[in-house]
Nanobody, 123 residues
Framework: QVQLVESGGGLVQPGGSLRLSCAAS????????IGWFRQAPGKELEGVSC????????HYASSVKGRFTMSRDIAKNTVDLQMNSLQFEDTAIYYC????????????????WGQGTHITVSS
């Protein structure tokens, strides 16, 4: 079965950290662009970070640069998002998605999506 499954969401206090993981099955992440996206309540889907292809360095939205780190483990066929210094504004449903090589932070470029995982930043 071809799918992406996110895990690692939850409740965290401001300034805290969480690590999300996205596991792919039925296809290899190595041949696709992979992105992390989020949708906050009442807001549009927003690109957070992406790896545009094999050997590419991650790109980040300005809102998370310096706080979030994206990594890919080809052997495990997973992509992680380490989130540090979390802020109230980071509260959202986080999705991982796969798209054609070269896809960046535009969600319209991606064609395969996970079900999402909730992050709530609250004191």
């Amino acid at each position: 079965q071809v799918q992406l499954v996110e895990s690692g969401g939850g409740l965290v206090q401001p300034g805290g950290s969480l690590r999300l993981s996205c596991a792919a099955s039925g296809f290899s992440l190595d041949y696709y662009a992979i992105g992390w996206f989020r949708q906050a309540p009442g807001k549009e889907l927003e690109g957070v970070s992406c790896i545009t292809g094999r050997g590419s360095a991650p790109h980040y939205a300005s809102s998370v640069k310096g706080r979030f780190t994206m990594s890919r483990d080809i052997a495990k066929n997973t992509v992680d998002l380490q989130m540090n210094s979390l802020q109230f504004e980071d509260t959202a449903i986080y999705y991982c998605a796969a798209g054609p090589e070269g896809a960046a932070l535009d969600p319209d470029e991606y064609f395969r999506w996970g079900q999402g995982t909730h992050i709530t930043v609250s004191s």
